[in-house]
Each structure stands twice: as structure tokens, then as C-alpha cells.
């Protein structure tokens, strides 16, 4: 868990309890801080992270999410605020020494090892205010973090891979408005490796409020994990948006796919199209957006559709995979003036509630959908523009096509376990590679292939 501290730790009742061993910093003076128990809630490690002699107390510097990597290491995100960290003696460790560049609110990545020694730390964003929301480590030591700037494309590290045209994967470009959702990755040692914007030109977001001077403020209360990755590597996304996001994609045929704000842009003169929708996406390990749609309904006035937690899932019968995705709406079913939220599945029980209750302002959703028929392509066929493995399913070998050269090969099982050991590389070249999986257990397999310029792409293969 994290947050913000402003008790001194003078062993006192209400002390903040510091504990022993690596990556402490005992600040007697507000403070981002961490803190992990055990399984029987024991406190096994605590720390803060900043001196603040001038804390904002509404909105001070805090850590908004933490992960752990398939490695054990801890990597957190959190904001932090000019007012907090301007005079010189302030102290926050990230690089080492004094905070120099916050302007705004300001984004920071920490890693800790599996002993939680500090390993490295950095700020991200640009010149306006950069607040993350969710952070996702992965099963060889990458990882995501997702939340919302207003800073432009000047400053921020927006970073592309792969075709930077192309908006299914690469959007370098704040699209103006209010704010834009950002999206990025980093390698296990700290590098950028992906950066970009999702949005239009209207207020998209994930998990902020605003206040009255128009400045974004990291929402601390019911602003939820707005972001998820599987054991491939796949990101699945949620948040608001509103009229002329971009990119929207997904298969025409999906029943859950609105290509235009409020219930698919059914706007027949009684419908508003004002207000924000959820949104709702999928990027394949490859980075490639093959899903992104609206998901919202209207009401006679401005509406709010927000999505603020989301989350996987697979059908122990059919085996399919779903995903599961909530927050507030107060779109409301009101004939031939407004619609809800999109509605399946009214027999279910007890639970299901096909309109605000007693025509309150707002009430919280919960929605499940199945992902097989809404995605644009697959997984492994996103990946093939870059990566593709021959034979597929195997027995012994795959050959491995190539953008640019490896240099380095990973094989993953669907628990995240790294077997590389189990395999041999029998030759790489420029545009192709060779490996003996012949020791792997039948199974589903993640590969994941570091480039010459140090990008990461991945496909799955099915050994038989």
C-alpha cells in the first residue's frame, strides 16, 4: 500500500512506523510513503519517500499505485506537487539529490528490489501537470503506467515504436482539450520504451477531478486501478472520454463496440451528446490497440460516464476470456429522451438494476463482456507485423522471423514463469533466429524478444 504521511515517526502513538533494512528514508516531515504486510498482516517493510517543509495538504505529493514484477521487485508511481517540493532543502530520492524540475504536478517511477533496496528512480511528464493512475508490472520485469496529462507534445516523452503514423500505435501528438490519457512502458532497467497520448479534443482522462482554477488533481478517494495486464503482456485500459477521442477501433460485428460517444451515437434530436462515455480498450503485447470503443449512455442533460477499475477473466466452461470494468454513471433510461448504459442479460438475478435507483444523480455499474469477437486481430496477428513464429503449434523447433536483430530471447508460461533455461538457440541472424523448445512441457508460451535498439516484441506459441 501507499499514500501520503504527515506523522514525524518519533515513537510516539500515532508515529509513522519506519521499519529496518534497505531503501529507508525516515523524512520527519510529510511524505509519500509505502508500506508492505504479510499474509497474517504483520508489517514487514515501511518507508517514506520526501521531506516536504511546505506540504499541500489537499493535494500533497503521494504514491497513487503500486506492482510487483515477476522478479518479487516493487515499482510505484505517484504525483508530486510543486507546492510540496519547492524550497531547496526538500528532499525526494530520485536520481539521487534534490528536486529541481517539478512543474505542476509532476509524474515519478520508483523500483525497489525484492529485498526493497533502492534500485532506481526518475521523474516522467512535461511542462503541465502529469498525474499517473495505475502502474502494471510484468512477468520479466517490464512494465505499464497509464494516467492523464495536459502536458503538450514539447516536453512530454511521448516515444514510439515500431510505424510512428500509426494510431493504433503510436499517437505523438497532444490532441488538445482538457487533458489526454498517456500510456507508456518502461524496460526492467529504467529506460522509456513506449510513450504516447490517447484523446481528442475534450477532456479524457483516468481517475482525476479538477478544481476550480481548471488544474488536474489526482482524485484520491474512488478513482480505482485503471489498468490491467495478463501474463502475455497485454494492457487492458479504462477511463473517460469525450466527443472525437481517437483512436476508436474494433471489430464492426461486436456488440460492444461504440464508435461514437453515448450508446453509439444514436443522436436523433433527443439524445445529448454532450457529457463523457468510459472507455474501454485492449493493446496487445506488440503495443498495438485492437480494441477501443466507447461504452456510455445519455441523459437530458450533461451525462458522466466514468470507468475507474478494470480487470480480466476466462470461463472455466467455455474457456473464453472476458473482461470486467466499473465506476459511475448518471446516464439514465428515460423513454425517447436519454438512454442508460448498455444493458444485456436482464434475467441475471436479483442484482440487476436496469436504471438509476429512485432517479438518484448518480449510481456505481459493473460491466462484463467477452473479448474473442470484439478485438480488431488477434494477439499473435498484431504481433506478426513485427514478430511471427513458424511452426505454430510445435514439437521441437520454431523459427522466429525478425524486424532487426536479437539480442536477447525469453520464453514465458502462462504463470509468468521464466523457462528460458529450458530451451537452446540453436542461430540468430539479422532477420531470423532458431530455437530447440524440445524440453518444454506442452503447453501455451509467451516469447519475448529484446531488439538491437532495445524495443521488447512478443508472440505466443503452443508447444505439442
Known amino acids: 500500500m501507499g499514500g501520503f504521511a504527515t506523522d514525524d515517526g518519533n515513537n510516539t502513538a500515532s508515529a509513522f512506523p519506519f521499519t529496518s533494512g534497505g531503501g529507508q528514508h ?4 510529510g511524505g509519500a510513503y509505502i508500506a508492505e504486510f504479510g499474509a497474517n498482516n504483520n508489517l514487514l517493510w515501511a518507508t517514506k519517500l520526501a521531506n516536504e517543509s511546505n506540504v499541500n495538504f489537499l493535494h500533497p505529493t503521494s504514491i497513487n499505485d503500486i506492482s510487483e514484477d515477476g522478479n518479487g521487485n516493487l515499482v510505484a508511481v505517484g504525483t508530486a506537487n510543486h507546492d510540496d517540493l519547492a524550497n531547496p532543502g526538500d528532499f525526494i530520492p530520485f536520481g539521487g539529490g534534490p528536486v529541481t524540475n517539478v ?15 533502492l534500485l532506481w528512480s526518475r521523474y516522467f511528464g512535461g511542462y503541465g501537470d502529469d498525474l499517473p493512475n ?8 517490464d512494465f505499464y503506467i497509464t494516467g492523464t496529462t495536459n502536458s503538450d507534445d514539447e516536453v512530454f516523452p511521448t516515444t514510439a515504436v515500431g510505424n510512428a503514423s500509426d494510431l493504433n500505435i503510436n499517437d505523438l501528438t497532444y490532441n488538445g482539450g482538457f487533458s489526454d490519457i498517456f500510456a507508456a512502458k518502461f524496460l526492467n532497467n529504467g529506460t522509456l520504451n513506449w510513450c504516447r497520448y490517447y484523446g481528442g ?4 482522462a483516468q481517475g482525476v477531478i479538477w478544481d476550480t482554477e481548471n488544474e ?6 474512488g478513482t480505482g486501478n485503471c489498468a490491467y495486464a495478463d501474463a502475455a503482456g497485454t494492457l487492458y485500459l479504462t477511463g473517460f472520454i469525450e466527443n472525437g477521442f481517437q483512436p476508436i477501433v474494433g471489430n464492426e460485428d461486436c456488440p460492444y463496440f ?8 444514436e443522436t436523433d434530436g433527443n439524445f445529448n451528446t454532450d457529457g463523457e462515455d468510459v472507455w474501454v480498450a485492449v493493446v496487445s503485447p506488440s503495443l498495438v490497440t485492437q480494441f477501443s470503443s466507447y461504452w456510455g449512455g445519455s441523459n437530458l442533460g450533461e451525462n458522466f460516464d466514468e470507468g475507474n477499475t478494470i480487470v480480466t477473466g476466462k470461463n472455466l466452461f467455455t474457456n473464453k476470456e472476458f473482461l470486467l470494468f466499473g465506476g459511475w454513471t448518471n446516464s439514465i433510461d428515460i423513454a425517447s429522451q ?14 440487476f438494476i436496469t436504471n438509476l435507483i429512485d432517479g438518484g444523480p448518480s449510481d456505481a455499474f459493473i460491466s462484463k463482456i467477452y473479448l474473442d469477437e470484439c478485438l480488431i486481430v488477434a494477439t499473435n496477428e498484431a504481433a506478426s507485423k513485427y514478430l511471427s513464429i513458424s511452426p505454430n503449434p510445435t514439437d521441437h ?27 537452446a538457440l540453436l542461430s540468430s541472424g539479422d532477420s531470423d533466429a532458431l530455437l530447440d523448445i524440445a524440453k518444454l512441457a506442452p503447453g501455451w508460451y509467451l516469447l519475448n524478444v529484446t531488439l538491437k535498439d532495445g524495443s521488447r516484441i512478443a508472440a505466443s506459441f503452443i508447444k505439442i
Not at 201 to 204: I, L, N, V, Y
Open 201 to 204: 479534443p475534450g477532456w479524457d
Open 103 to 117: 512543474i505542476g504536478y509532476e509524474a515519478f517511477v520508483i523500483r525497489f528490489s525484492a529485498g526493497r533496496a
Open 216 to 221: 488536474l488533481l489526482q482524485g484520491w478517494t
Open 338 to 351: 436519454s438512454k442508460p448504459i448498455p444493458l444485456c442479460h436482464e434475467s441475471d438475478g436479483p442484482y
Open 26 to 29: 525516515t523524512q520527519q516531515q
Open 258 to 265: 461504440h464508435d461514437k460517444i453515448n450508446e453509439g451515437g
Open 397 to 423: 523447433f520454431i523459427r522466429i522471423i525478425l524486424p532487426q536483430p536479437a539480442i536477447g530471447i525469453e520464453i514465458y508460461n502462462n504463470t509468468g514463469q521464466n523457462l528460458s533455461g529450458e530451451t
Open 134 to 141: 495505475s502502474i502494471v508490472g510484468l512477468s520479466n520485469g
